[in-house]
């Protein structure tokens, strides 16, 4: 079993910018690989970044030069910090993480969500 839990979201102004924190906890458990989805209303989930085991990097063309995803193998956490945000970035961000533990092996666990608001 996997849990997320995530943090950072909240309210800017566009051209502020945000971090988003997603932690994974568990027993024992093996991550094979982070991303950041979001969710607009009436929109569909789309993702927004994703990284790798070895580290390499996926990007919507929407964010690319202004998000940056990272992780913290130490903590099993992920980040997205957001620059230069725009309105059309409001959304709810989720956080996924594909994970091997007893159970199962390439479960995709799903955090929360935290809410994205950028207005003026």
């Known amino acids: 079993q996997v849990q997320l839990v995530e943090s950072g979201g909240g309210l800017v102004q566009p051209g502020g910018s945000l971090r988003l924190s997603c932690a994974a906890s568990?027993?024992?458990?093996?991550?094979?690989?982070m991303g950041w989805y979001r969710q607009a209303p009436g929109k569909q989930r789309e993702l927004v970044a994703a990284?790798?085991?070895?580290?390499?990097?996926t990007y919507a063309d929407s964010v690319k030069g202004r998000f940056t995803i990272s992780k913290d193998n130490a903590k099993n956490t992920v980040y997205l910090q957001m620059n230069s945000l725009k309105p059309e970035d409001t959304a709810v961000y989720y956080c996924?993480?594909?994970?091997?533990?007893?159970?199962?092996?390439?479960?995709?666990?799903w955090g929360q969500g935290t809410q994205v608001t950028v207005s003026s």
């Open positions: 996924n993480v594909e994970a091997d533990d007893g159970l199962a092996r390439g479960y995709d666990y």
């Open positions: 568990g027993s024992s458990f093996t991550i094979n690989a």
């Open positions: 990284i790798r085991k070895a580290g390499s990097t």
